[in-house]
């Protein structure tokens, strides 16, 4: 977890501080905006370095949610492998605790590379964590995830069954969205593969552009739903993105280190799933394993309990 930070003016981020100050310069006047974020490494900011770690999207949107002269207190509670479960478990409490006017929750693709991957779980996870943010009165940030596979460029057998599954998660997200009146970007609709610049050297992660881009991408929605925002987070960072040498650097440390703490959990996921695909291959049933996982989402999203009156 990232403390609360500052955020400042000038486009910084200083851990460990408990107010921001006024964006835009000037005496900051009134109660700070309380912004918290939840999810995985894509909000934690992997891909997005810094000297004292990672900063990422929801840092650079933060500094944008409040008009002139307003402070902002921002707190990111989403850590690298969780998964959704997690969220509801670990970090809900803390959010909730904070009383955060928006509140961002981003996860699911995480849950979709476990060989145990439950639609239903993921499902119900999901709706608890936006409907107790959402009746706590906060506005709510959710955004639907683009196709691991098709990032990491996969083969066949192993990229069918996470686009399956990661269709499946965000059927789930929009219809979350709505019920629950979230602000929703289509992050799975942004260039990634077209645009290489915008992804990390992992291919799995946005680049440095790429959170700006997503930061940028909820600043507008935000404003076009009459929020009273700060100025819109720049369309891609002041610094030149690294070259060949620090990539293969990132990569040599920090990067094989995650790698590495994630090949335990998602490996196996990997091989699983690829042995149960080449199975359905051989029987012709790829098409029945489709049909049967739009059908399995259909039910949990159909088993929620009904919205309150009001």
């Not at 995985?40 to 002269?69: C, K």
């Not at 709505?178 to 992992?202: G, K, M, Y």
Request: aromatic share 4%; with cysteine; net charge positive.
């Amino acid at each position: 977890m990232n403390t609360i930070t500052t955020v400042d003016g000038g486009g910084g981020t200083v851990p460990g501080t408990a107010h921001g100050t006024a964006p835009g310069g000037g005496r900051r006047t009134g109660e700070p905006v309380r912004f918290v974020a939840l999810g995985d490494s894509l909000t934690e900011g992997v891909g997005d370095p810094i000297a004292d770690g990672w900063r990422g999207w929801a840092a650079l949107l933060a500094r944008s949610l409040a008009p002139p002269r307003t402070g902002v207190d921002f707190t990111n509670l989403a850590r690298s492998g969780a998964l959704t479960t997690d969220l509801t478990t670990e970090q809900l409490p803390a959010a909730l605790a904070l009383r955060p006017r928006f509140a961002a929750v981003v996860a699911g693709g995480n849950d979709t590379l476990r060989s145990g991957f439950d639609v239903g779980r993921t499902t119900l996870a999901l709706d608890t964590v936006l409907g107790r943010l959402t009746d706590s009165g906060a506005v709510v940030l959710t955004a639907c995830l683009p196709d691991p596979g098709a990032l990491l460029r996969l083969p066949r057998p192993l990229a069918r069954p996470l686009a399956r599954r990661m269709h499946a998660v965000n059927t789930v997200v929009h219809a979350l969205s709505v019920r629950h009146r979230a602000v929703h970007l289509h992050i799975a609709e942004l260039p990634w593969t077209a645009q290489r610049r915008l992804l990390s050297v992992d291919r799995l992660h946005p680049s440095a552009e790429g959170h700006h881009l997503i930061a940028r991408g909820f600043h507008d929605l935000l404003t076009a739903a009459g929020r009273p925002l700060g100025p819109a987070p720049a369309p891609e960072p002041v610094d030149p993105p690294p070259g060949t040498l620090a990539d293969v650097r990132w990569m040599a440390t920090k990067g094989t280190r995650w790698v590495a703490d994630r090949s335990t959990d998602l490996l196996p996921g990997l091989v699983a799933l690829a042995a149960v695909e080449g199975c359905a291959r051989l029987r012709g049933a790829t098409d029945r394993q489709d049909r049967r996982m739009a059908h399995a989402t259909t039910t949990a999203l159909a088993a929620l309990p009904p919205e309150p009156a009001g």
